[in-house]
């Protein structure tokens, strides 16, 4: 008996802890997940407004990703919020579609469906503070993500830092079976921008005014994953 149930409860402990990160969360905006913009407490220029429930302490599964562009907020916004565009430089983002868009780009509360690690969402913007701030909001009932965009000015351009916040079942079973996938799409998905921002700076100009992104590229950036 005493080596049954010896047996059961580290079994019972990792079930426990296993459901207990599948737990969902309201959507964010809501009284439940309420949205901080900076009306609450002040927030540093460098840091993330996360919604009350989707902070990273708390999540299931977490990542960062960050990189340095030589160029300036404006022009990495420009590439960035042209959504539509993602499938031709970005693997990790196909079918995009920006509802109720005449040119295909993220405004504020805007919905767009797309198909990203092999599910398909309809995520809405949650926060749009040009060139700075971007992040949104993907919902299904087997996964919920936050999903951030921070556009740091630096002397040599701008740092962008992109975090991601999950919860669900599917956020536990991505962390278990597939730690690094989103991880490494991210950071594509920044060395690519910062392919085509410079490509854009390179030729229109330092000031980033009107840039438009040209081509496609694979570089480096700075990463790091978290899973619980």
Partial sequence: MRLITSTITPIAIACYAFLGGCATVPPAGTPENPLDLGAGTPIAPDAIRWPARYRPEQATFFVHNEIEIDAPPA?????????ESWPDWYEGATNVKVLDSADGRLSGGAAFSWRTMDLDFVSRVMEFEPPYRLSWESRKSTIQGYHAWLLIPTERGTRVVTDESQFGLLASLQGIFLPNKLRR?????LANLKHRAEAAVDGRGRDGTNAEAGSTGVGGGEVAARAR
């Fill in 75 to 83: 022009v990495v916004w420009d590439t960035l919020v042209h959504a």
């Fill in 185 to 189: 799409l991210h950071d594509v998905w």
